[in-house]
């Protein structure tokens, strides 16, 4: 059973920079791609950033060249996951969410994991 727990969310201006973290326990992470997932009020859970369990990155257009997933080796069996966020606009605004994949062969080809933390609220100012 993978446990999730997100963190880094907070109120910036537009321009800003966030660096978001997930803190991701089960013997499984290491061999699975992760991401990261965000959702807006109204809107449903779109997967913004993802990374296979060999180090390949994919990017949503509206994200490509401002965000960046990286993560790093486990300590005690929690992976650390990461989200920088660059640039930041007011269409970024959203509560994100980490996930560690059931399946990922990229953004058309994925099966989310079924376990999700309570997310990590990001607001951006205008």
């Known amino acids: 059973q993978v446990q999730l727990v997100e963190s880094g969310g907070g109120l910036v201006q537009a321009g800003g920079s966030l660096r978001l973290s997930c803190a991701a326990s089960?013997?499984?992470?290491?061999?699975?791609?992760v991401g990261w997932f965000r959702q807006a009020p109204g809107k449903q859970r779109d997967l913004v950033a993802a990374m296979s369990s060999v180090g390949t990155t994919n990017y949503a257009d509206s994200v490509k060249g401002r965000f960046t997933i990286s993560r790093d080796n486990a300590v005690n069996t929690i992976y650390l996951i990461y989200l920088q966020m660059n640039n930041l606009k007011p269409e970024d605004t959203a509560v994100y969410f980490c996930n560690v994949f059931d399946y990922y062969r990229g953004f058309g080809s994925y099966i989310a994991g079924r376990s999700w933390g309570q997310g990590t609220q990001v607001t951006i100012s205008s």
């Open positions: 089960g013997s499984s992470v290491s061999r699975k791609a």
